[in-house]
Nanobody, 127 residues
């Protein structure tokens, strides 16, 4: 089992920044690719960003490319999502997720591929 706890959400004005963190415990963190997803009210959960187990590869949804940055620290068992130039459309609950590193990176954009999920943290961007 891997336990994931997100933090860093909150209320911010459009154009502002937030930094989300996800702390992992349980099994060896570096054995997992990590991803961030989000879900807005009335909408399906959508992919935001992902990072390979080594940190060597990163992936982003087109809607956040150039504004969000995902990173990880395998020594501290954490993954972060730096969000800049936030827009009201970014308002959602953000979830951290872990996927076994033996899985193909081609599956990292698919929520069904992930094995473990955090409880989520609310991000609200006001206009």
């Amino acid at each position: 089992q891997v336990q994931l706890v997100e933090s860093g959400g909150g209320l911010v004005q459009a154009g502002g920044s937030l930094r989300l963190s996800c702390a992992a415990s349980g099994r060896t963190f570096r054995n997992y690719h990590m991803g961030w997803f989000r879900q807005a009210p009335g909408k399906e959960r959508e992919f935001v960003a992902a990072i390979s187990w080594s940190g060597g590869s990163t992936y982003y949804a087109d809607s956040v490319k150039g504004r969000f940055t995902i990173s990880r620290d395998n020594a501290k068992n954490t993954v972060t999502l730096q969000m800049n130039s936030l827009e009201p459309e970014d308002t959602a609950v953000y979830y951290c997720a872990a996927e076994d590193r033996r899985s193909s990176v081609a599956t990292l954009t698919t929520s069904a591929s992930y094995d473990y999920w955090g409880q989520g943290t609310q991000v609200t961007v006001s206009s």
